[in-house]
């Protein structure tokens, strides 16, 4: 399983042959100025919610490359209505994909569209692929919830957003990450804007004091697990 980090909560995930994009948001973000929304890859797009950090990109990248969009029922069928293929889900609900099982798990935050409408309630994903087991928080507090995914699921590694602000800060995605089990943290939804820019030294140390690891990847990187 190789993952990409294209900025802010936009991740690339590959599993053998087949490409996930996870929350597009590249276009506008002025840090990813280096990577072409038309170059990218998508057999699927997983969405966690509707806030615009999240699916900028989403329409010009599925019309493109023809990518099943995977979202809980009000995101597919606000894509849906444009002609693209989707698969809808909901909290709780999990499904065998060609590339593995995903769970779309809760996560404590909103999701309205950039025009106010609603957006179904906002999710994270967790993803059993490869033998290799990830959890994508999406914008998230920290919530005993996380403490149910090590119960079905053990992790290879945690993606969680450290910014503040919006989502959880760095003191919570250490407790986050103890609560799903998982010591090997990347760290996402930091830096994009003012509201959410950490001290990436502070960040690690924290982590590291706690004998945890908190990867944070220059944009455009990747880490193979
Ligand atoms: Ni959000
Ligand atoms: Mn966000």
């Known amino acids: 399983m190789k993952i990409t980090y294209f ?13 996930i994009l996870v929350d597009p948001f590249i276009s506008a973000n002025p840090k990813a100025s280096a990577i072409d929304i038309n170059t990218l890859k998508a057999d699927y797009i997983l969405i966690t919610h509707a806030h615009q950090d999240h699916i900028l990109d989403v329409e ?3 019309k493109r490359t023809g990518a099943v969009l995977v979202s809980n029922f009000e995101i597919t069928t606000h894509y849906e209505k444009m002609g693209i293929e989707v698969h809808p889900m909901n909290h709780g609900g999990q499904w065998d994909f060609e590339f593995g099982t995903v769970k779309y798990v809760n996560a404590i935050h909103t999701s309205s569209f950039p025009d106010g409408s609603y957006g179904g309630q906002p999710g994270g994903f967790v993803i059993e692929g490869e033998h290799k087991n990830i959890y994508i928080a999406g914008d998230t507090a920290l919530t005993f919830d996380m403490k149910l995914i090590p119960m079905q699921t053990k992790l290879d590694l945690a993606i969680l957003p450290i910014g503040d602000n919006f989502t959880m800060g760095i003191d919570d995605a250490i407790l986050a990450s103890d609560f799903v089990s998982c010591d090997k943290v990347l760290g996402y939804h930091y830096d994009t804007f003012g509201y959410i820019e950490i001290d990436h030294e502070v960040a690690k140390r924290k982590f590291f004091e706690k004998n945890k690891d908190l990867m944070l990847l220059e944009i455009g990187d990747f880490i193979e697990l």
Not at 7 to 19: E, P, R, T
């Open 7 to 19: 900025g802010h909560a936009s991740l690339g995930i590959q599993v053998n042959d087949v490409n």
């Open 60 to 62: 010009a990248i599925a």
